[in-house]
C-alpha cells in the first residue's frame, strides 16, 4: 500500500486494485467520477483473495433477499396487492441457497401474518420464499396470492384440477377447496415455495436472583 502511494499506481493494476477497495477504477487512477462503483452499496460486502500477488474479487458468503409485503393498491383502498418494500431486505448464507439449487434473484422474503400455520410456523416470522418453484409438490408449503392477498398453506392437488389449502392450525382454520374455475376467478396463483423460515421467542423467561 505504502509503495502504492510513494510511486503510483501501475495502470495494469488499477481495475484488480479498484475492486480490492470497492472504488471504481476511474476514481482511483484520476479522481473523477463517483467513488463506489455503480451498483454497489455501503452495505455490500466483498472479499479478496490473493493468487501469485494479483488480488480478486470474492463472491459474498451472504445474500441479500428483498422483503414483499401485503399492501392497499392505494390509500384509502381496501383490495390490496403483494408489493416490494424498498430498503428493506434481510441476508441468508448463500450456501443455504446453493444446496436447495435455488437462483439467488428468485429468492424474496416475507412476513407470516396471523397464526393459521402456528404452532409450526408462528406469528411475525419472516419466511424465504423460491419464486423458481411454482410446481405445486403435495404438502408442501407455498406462499399464495389469493386476490391480493398473501397467504401461506400447504397445497395438495386433487382430482379435477382442484387445490386444497390446508392450515398447520387446522382446528382454527379449515381446510379449503377450490375447482379450477374459482381458482381463475378468484385470481390464485402460487408466488413460490417457502424454503425457510425464522422464529423469535416471544417472551423472556423469568430469571430469579
Known amino acids: 500500500m505504502n509503495n502504492w502511494f510513494n510511486r503510483g499506481i501501475p495502470p495494469g493494476r488499477i481495475h484488480s486494485i479498484a475492486s480490492l477497495l470497492t472504488v471504481s477504477p476511474e476514481w482511483l487512477a484520476h479522481g473523477e467520477g463517483p467513488q463506489t462503483p455503480l451498483g454497489l452499496g455501503p452495505g455490500t460486502t466483498y472479499e479478496a483473495a490473493e493468487n501469485d500477488g494479483v488480488y480478486s474479487v470474492v463472491e459474498p458468503t451472504d445474500i441479500e433477499l428483498p422483503f414483499y409485503k401485503e399492501v392497499p393498491i392505494a390509500p384509502g383502498e381496501t383490495k390490496t396487492h403483494i408489493t416490494e418494500i424498498p430498503d428493506q431486505s434481510i441476508r441468508l448464507p448463500r450456501s443455504h441457497l446453493e444446496s436447495l439449487e435455488i437462483n439467488p434473484s428468485d429468492a ?53 384440477n382442484r387445490l386444497r389449502l390446508r392450515s398447520h392450525n387446522s382446528t382454527a382454520y379449515p381446510d379449503e377447496v377450490f375447482s379450477a374455475e374459482q381458482i381463475d376467478a378468484q385470481h390464485i396463483h402460487v408466488i413460490g415455495w417457502v424454503f425457510w423460515w425464522s422464529t423469535l421467542n416471544k417472551q423472556r423467561p423469568p430469571v430469579f436472583d
Open 108 to 160: 424474496i422474503c416475507i412476513t407470516m401474518v396471523g397464526d393459521s400455520m402456528a404452532e409450526r410456523i408462528a406469528d411475525g416470522s419472516t419466511l424465504a420464499i423460491d419464486r423458481g418453484l411454482t410446481q405445486i409438490v403435495d404438502g408442501q408449503i407455498y406462499a399464495l396470492e389469493h386476490d391480493g392477498m398473501l397467504r401461506i398453506k400447504y397445497l395438495h392437488r386433487i382430482p379435477g
